[in-house]
C-alpha cells in the first residue's frame, strides 16, 4: 500500500509539473466534474455491486431468511455457530482444502515442470505451448461435460487407457473419493497451462549472467538449477500460490456440471455450498455467513502471502 | 556431422517429454472432436473406436435443434461484446483521470479500486442477486452484465501503462490546444493499442466462460448464455445421447479456439504479465 501512494504521487507529479497542463482545464465543468464523469461511474459501480454488498452480506450473516419472507429475523451469532458445529460444514471445509491443496500444488509443480521442459530449445516446442495453454480459454462448463465422457467407466477413453496397463476404471463420479480425484485432475488440465506461461517468463527472465558465472564456477545441471534457476523463480511461484489458491477458491462450473457437488457432498466446496444453501435451500443467512467465511479466508491468504513476500522475496 | 547427430541423441528423452505432454494435453480435443463425428453406436462401444468410419455431421444438426443454441449464441454474443466493451470504456476513462486530473480525491479513489480486487465477485453473489432481483432484471442482459462491469485489473493495467507515454508526445498534444477528451481519445487511446487489445481479449474469454453469475440471473431458458446452455443439453439428454452433446461442446468452445488461433500472442503475453481476473 505504501508503495502504491508513492506511485499515486509521482503520477500527480506528471501531471502537474508543467504550467502547460494547468492550461488544460475543462472548461465545462471544471477538473472536478470531468473526473467524475471520467471515474464515476466505475467508482458507482464498485459502490454498488462490491463494497454495499460485501457489507449488506454481513448484515445478512446475522438474520435468518428465506429469501421470500417480508422479515428477516434477526438472529445474532446463530449461523456461525450453526457453522461451527455443523458435520456436514467441516466436511465442505475438509473438501475445499483437498481441493485446493490437489489443484495448486498440481498445477504449480506440473507448471514447473512443463515450463523448464519447453525452455529448452526443442524442435515444435511453441507448437506444445500452444497444446497445453489451450485449455486456459475454454469453458469449465463445455470441458466438464467432455471429460464427463471421457471418464466413463464403460466405454470412456479413460477406462481403455488404464487397461492398458491392466488397470480397470473406477467408477469415478459416483465414488467419494475418485469424484474429489477428477474434478481436481480436470481442473489441473484445464489450469496447468496459465502456470507454464507463467514459470515460462520467470524463466526468461533470468539473467543470463547467473548462469554464465554458474559456468564459470564449474557448477553442473542440477546445480545450476538448484542454486540459480530455483531461488530466481521465488518471486514467481509466490505470486502464482496467491492467484492459484485464489482461482481455486473460485472453482464452480466443473464442480458444478461434473458432481452437482456429490456424491453426497463429497465434492462440495465453499463457494458449492454458498450456491446451494442461497439458491438451491433459499437459506439467505446460512448462505450469507459461508460467504464472510470464504472472504476472510481468501483475504488471510493474500494478506499471509504478500507479507512472506515482503520478507523473502528472492532468496526462497 | 556425427557431433550433431550426437547432441540429437543426447535430447532424445526431452522430445519424448515432450511428446508425452503434448499428447495427454491434447487427447481430449482429439476425442471431443472424433466424438462429436461418431454414431453412438461407435460411441457406446468398448474397446472404444478411435477413427470413425465415417464423420457423422448430422451430431451438430441434432444437437441444434436439441437446444435453442441460436438463442444460446445470441445471449453470449450480446453479453460478451456489451460486458467487455463497458468495461474497457470504464477502464480507458477511470485511468485517465487517475493519471491526468488534477483532483484531490485522486489517490484515493485509486485505493477504492484497487482494493476491490481483494473482494471477489462470488463473496458478493447472494447480495448481488437481491439488488438485480429487486430492480427487476432477472432474465435481462442487463442484469447479466451490469454488476460484472466494473473493472479493477483494467483500470490498474491501463493507469501503469499511461504513465510511460512519452511526455513529449503529450506536451505537444497540449500546445496544439488538445483538450481532455480530444487528449484522450485521439491521442493516449492510439497510444495505447497494444494493452487494448490484450486486455480486451482477456475480457472477452472470461466473459464468454462465465458461468455461475448468468446461471443465477437467469432461469428462462431463453436467457441462458452458451456455457450453461452445453450443461443443459448434458441434463436433458443424459447419457443416452452422446454424440449430439459432444458437437454441442464444440458450439462453445470453437469461438475462443479460433480467437486463440488468431491472437495467440496478444493472449498469452497479457496473461503472462499478470493478467487475470476472478
Given at each position: 500500500?505504501?508503495?502504491?501512494?508513492?506511485?499515486?504521487?509521482?503520477?500527480?507529479?506528471?501531471?502537474?509539473?508543467?504550467?502547460?497542463?494547468?492550461?488544460?482545464?475543462?472548461?465545462?465543468?471544471?477538473?472536478?466534474?470531468?473526473?467524475?464523469?471520467?471515474?464515476?461511474?466505475?467508482?458507482?459501480?464498485?459502490?454498488?455491486?462490491?463494497?454495499?454488498?460485501?457489507?449488506y452480506?454481513?448484515?445478512?450473516?446475522?438474520?435468518?431468511?428465506?429469501?421470500?419472507?417480508?422479515?428477516?429475523?434477526?438472529?445474532?451469532?446463530?449461523?456461525y455457530?450453526?457453522?461451527?458445529?455443523?458435520?456436514?460444514?467441516?466436511?465442505?471445509?475438509?473438501?475445499?482444502?483437498?481441493?485446493?491443496?490437489?489443484?495448486?500444488?498440481?498445477?504449480?509443480?506440473?507448471?514447473?515442470?512443463?515450463?523448464?521442459?519447453?525452455?529448452?530449445?526443442?524442435?515444435?516446442?511453441?507448437?506444445?505451448?500452444?497444446?497445453?495453454?489451450?485449455?486456459?480459454?475454454?469453458?469449465?462448463?463445455?470441458?466438464?461435460?467432455?471429460?464427463?465422457?471421457?471418464?466413463?467407466?464403460?466405454?470412456?477413453?479413460?477406462?481403455?487407457?488404464?487397461g492398458?496397463?491392466?488397470?480397470?476404471?473406477?467408477?469415478?463420479?459416483?465414488?467419494?473419493?475418485?469424484?474429489?480425484?477428477?474434478?481436481?485432475?480436470?481442473y489441473?488440465?484445464?489450469?496447468?497451462?496459465?502456470?507454464?506461461?507463467?514459470?515460462?517468463?520467470?524463466?526468461?527472465?533470468?539473467?543470463?549472467?547467473?548462469?554464465?558465472?554458474?559456468?564459470?564456477?564449474?557448477?553442473?545441471?542440477?546445480?545450476?538449477?538448484?542454486?540459480?534457476?530455483?531461488?530466481?523463480?521465488?518471486?514467481?511461484?509466490?505470486?502464482?500460490?496467491?492467484?492459484?489458491?485464489?482461482?481455486?477458491?473460485?472453482?464452480?462450473?466443473?464442480?458444478?456440471?461434473?458432481?452437482?457437488?456429490?456424491?453426497?457432498?463429497?465434492?462440495?466446496?465453499?463457494?458449492?455450498?454458498?450456491?446451494?444453501?442461497?439458491?438451491?435451500?433459499?437459506?439467505?443467512?446460512?448462505?450469507?455467513?459461508?460467504?464472510?467465511?470464504?472472504f476472510?479466508?481468501?483475504?488471510?491468504?493474500?494478506?499471509?502471502?504478500?507479507?512472506?513476500?515482503?520478507?523473502?522475496v528472492?532468496?526462497? | 556431422?556425427?557431433?550433431?547427430?550426437?547432441?540429437r541423441?543426447?535430447?532424445?528423452?526431452?522430445?519424448?517429454?515432450?511428446?508425452?505432454?503434448?499428447?495427454?494435453?491434447g487427447?481430449?480435443?482429439?476425442?471431443?472432436?472424433?466424438?462429436?463425428?461418431?454414431?453412438?453406436?461407435?460411441?457406446y462401444?468398448?474397446?472404444?473406436?478411435?477413427?470413425?468410419?465415417?464423420?457423422?455431421?448430422?451430431?451438430?444438426?441434432?444437437?441444434?435443434?436439441?437446444?435453442?443454441?441460436?438463442?444460446?449464441?445470441?445471449?453470449?454474443?450480446?453479453?460478451?461484446?456489451?460486458?467487455?466493451?463497458?468495461?474497457?470504456?470504464l477502464?480507458?476513462?477511470?485511468?485517465?483521470a487517475?493519471?491526468?486530473?488534477?483532483?484531490?480525491?485522486?489517490?484515493?479513489?485509486?485505493?477504492?479500486?484497487?482494493?476491490?480486487?481483494?473482494?471477489?465477485?462470488?463473496?458478493?453473489?447472494?447480495?448481488?442477486?437481491?439488488?438485480?432481483?429487486?430492480?427487476?432484471?432477472?432474465?435481462?442482459?442487463?442484469?447479466?452484465?451490469?454488476?460484472g462491469?466494473?473493472?479493477?485489473?483494467?483500470?490498474?493495467?491501463?493507469?501503469q501503462?499511461?504513465?510511460?507515454?512519452?511526455?513529449?508526445i503529450?506536451?505537444?498534444?497540449?500546445?496544439?490546444?488538445?483538450?481532455?477528451?480530444?487528449?484522450?481519445?485521439?491521442?493516449?487511446?492510439?497510444?495505447?493499442?497494444?494493452?487494448?487489445?490484450?486486455?480486451?481479449?482477456?475480457?472477452?474469454?472470461?466473459?464468454?466462460?462465465?458461468?455461475?453469475?448468468?446461471?443465477?440471473?437467469?432461469?428462462?431458458?431463453?436467457?441462458?448464455?452458451?456455457?450453461?446452455?452445453?450443461?443443459?443439453?448434458?441434463?436433458?439428454?443424459?447419457?443416452?445421447?452422446?454424440?449430439?452433446?459432444?458437437?454441442?461442446?464444440?458450439?462453445?468452445?470453437?469461438?475462443?479456439l479460433?480467437?486463440?488461433?488468431?491472437?495467440?500472442?496478444?493472449?498469452?503475453?497479457?496473461?503472462?504479465?499478470?493478467?487475470v481476473?476472478?
Open positions: 500500500m505504501v508503495q502504491s501512494q508513492r506511485e499515486t504521487a509521482s503520477g500527480w507529479a506528471l501531471a502537474t509539473s508543467t504550467g502547460r497542463w494547468r492550461a488544460l482545464r475543462w472548461p465545462v465543468l471544471g477538473d472536478w466534474g470531468l473526473f467524475l464523469l471520467l471515474a464515476g461511474p466505475n467508482l458507482i459501480l464498485f459502490a454498488a455491486f462490491t463494497y454495499w454488498p460485501l457489507i452480506n454481513v448484515y445478512l450473516s446475522l438474520t435468518s431468511w428465506d429469501m421470500i419472507a417480508p422479515v428477516k429475523a434477526f438472529v445474532g451469532l446463530a449461523n455457530r450453526y457453522l461451527a458445529s455443523d458435520p456436514e460444514f467441516r466436511r465442505v471445509a475438509l473438501n475445499t482444502v483437498v481441493f485446493t491443496l490437489g489443484t495448486v500444488g498440481g498445477t504449480t509443480i506440473l507448471g514447473l515442470l512443463l515450463a523448464l521442459l519447453l525452455n529448452w530449445p526443442l524442435r515444435g516446442r511453441t507448437w506444445a505451448r500452444g497444446v497445453i495453454f489451450a485449455p486456459v480459454l475454454l469453458s469449465g462448463a463445455a470441458i466438464s461435460v467432455f471429460w464427463i465422457n471421457m471418464l466413463n467407466s464403460r466405454f470412456g477413453l479413460l477406462a481403455e487407457l488404464l492398458w496397463f491392466s488397470l480397470s476404471s473406477p467408477n469415478w463420479l459416483n465414488h467419494p473419493i475418485w469424484a474429489m480425484v477428477a474434478v481436481i485432475m480436470v489441473i488440465w484445464k489450469n496447468v497451462g496459465f502456470s507454464m506461461v507463467i514459470y515460462l517468463a520467470g524463466l526468461q527472465a533470468i539473467p543470463a549472467e547467473l548462469y554464465e558465472a554458474a559456468r564459470v564456477d564449474g557448477a553442473g545441471h542440477l546445480e545450476t538449477f538448484r542454486w540459480v534457476t530455483l531461488p530466481q523463480l521465488g518471486p514467481v511461484t509466490l505470486f502464482l500460490l496467491v492467484v492459484s489458491m485464489i482461482s481455486s477458491f473460485q472453482a464452480f462450473d466443473i464442480i458444478k456440471v461434473m458432481t452437482d457437488g456429490g456424491p453426497v457432498n463429497a465434492t462440495t466446496t465453499l463457494l458449492f455450498y454458498i450456491y446451494e444453501q442461497g439458491f438451491v435451500a433459499f437459506n439467505a443467512g446460512r448462505a450469507a455467513a459461508a460467504s464472510v467465511v470464504l476472510l479466508a481468501m483475504l488471510v491468504v493474500t494478506v499471509i502471502q504478500l507479507r512472506l513476500g515482503e520478507r523473502r528472492h532468496y526462497g | 556431422m556425427a557431433e550433431r547427430l550426437r547432441q541423441l543426447a535430447q532424445a528423452p526431452l522430445y519424448l517429454l515432450l511428446a508425452l505432454a503434448v499428447v495427454v494435453m487427447i481430449p480435443f482429439y476425442w471431443v472432436v472424433t466424438g462429436a463425428l461418431k454414431t453412438n453406436q461407435e460411441i462401444t468398448f474397446p472404444p473406436v478411435w477413427i470413425p468410419r465415417e464423420p457423422h455431421w448430422e451430431n451438430f444438426v441434432e444437437a441444434w435443434d436439441a437446444a435453442p443454441f441460436g438463442r444460446f449464441y445470441l445471449n453470449s454474443i450480446v453479453t460478451t461484446l456489451a460486458g467487455s466493451g463497458l468495461e474497457l470504456l477502464a480507458l476513462t477511470s485511468a485517465y487517475l493519471v491526468f486530473l488534477r483532483v484531490r480525491v485522486a489517490g484515493a479513489a485509486f485505493l477504492l479500486i484497487l482494493a476491490a480486487l481483494l473482494v471477489p465477485s462470488q463473496v458478493t453473489l447472494l447480495p448481488n442477486y437481491l439488488t438485480v432481483a429487486r430492480l427487476g432484471w432477472i432474465n435481462t442482459y442487463q442484469g447479466i452484465i451490469v454488476p462491469a466494473s473493472v479493477a485489473f483494467g483500470t490498474f493495467l491501463f493507469r501503462h499511461f504513465r510511460t507515454l512519452s511526455r513529449e503529450l506536451d505537444a498534444a497540449v500546445i496544439d490546444g488538445c483538450g481532455h477528451l480530444r487528449l484522450l481519445w485521439q491521442v493516449v487511446v492510439p497510444l495505447s493499442q497494444p494493452v487494448i487489445v490484450t486486455f480486451i481479449l482477456i475480457s472477452m474469454v472470461s466473459k464468454w466462460n462465465e458461468f455461475l453469475w448468468p446461471l443465477v440471473v437467469t432461469n428462462s431458458l431463453d436467457m441462458r448464455t452458451l456455457p450453461i446452455g452445453i450443461a443443459y443439453l448434458y441434463s436433458v439428454e443424459g447419457v443416452m445421447n452422446w454424440g449430439p452433446i459432444l458437437a454441442g461442446t464444440l458450439f462453445v468452445i470453437l469461438p475462443m479460433v480467437i486463440y488461433l488468431l491472437a495467440q500472442r496478444w493472449i498469452v503475453s497479457g496473461i503472462a504479465s499478470g493478467a481476473k476472478g
